[in-house]
């Protein structure tokens, strides 16, 4: 049985930083494209960033890009969000998918969903 459990999320101001943080079991992690979705309040869930298996291929959305890092550790089968800058527009749950296929700069969860951890950027 996967578990995909999230973690790190919180209220920061405007400008600030979160790392979330996002651990993964009953897969095999290190062969597993691993990825960060979001969803804000009255806004339908949107793709955030991917890492392949070997972190040698790495996506982002438009919105986050050059504002986050997404990395993995897969003795520690998990994967984290680095997100720097951040703005009251990044507000919203953010999910850890643990399945996620990529082409081209379209990215789509494909497997296991985490119970999301909530990010609050204040103004």
């Known amino acids: 049985q996967v578990q995909v459990v999230e973690s790190g999320g919180g209220l920061v101001q405007a400008g600030g930083s979160l790392r979330l943080s996002c651990a993964a079991s009953?897969?095999?992690?290190?062969?597993?494209?691993m990825g960060w979705f979001r969803q804000a309040p009255g806004k339908e869930r949107e793709f955030v960033a991917a890492?392949?298996?070997?972190?040698?291929?790495?996506y982002y959305a438009e919105s986050v890009k050059g504002r986050s890092t997404i990395s993995r550790d897969n003795a520690k089968n998990t994967v984290y969000l680095q997100m720097n800058s951040l703005k009251p527009e990044d507000t919203a749950v953010y999910y850890c998918?643990?399945?996620?296929?990529?082409?081209?700069?379209?990215?789509?969860?494909?497997?296991?969903w985490g119970q999301g951890t909530q990010v609050t950027v204040s103004s």
């Open positions: 009953g897969l095999s992690f290190s062969s597993t494209t």
């Open positions: 890492i392949n298996w070997s972190s040698s291929a790495i």
């Open positions: 998918v643990a399945g996620v296929r990529c082409s081209g700069r379209d990215c789509s969860a494909r497997g296991s």
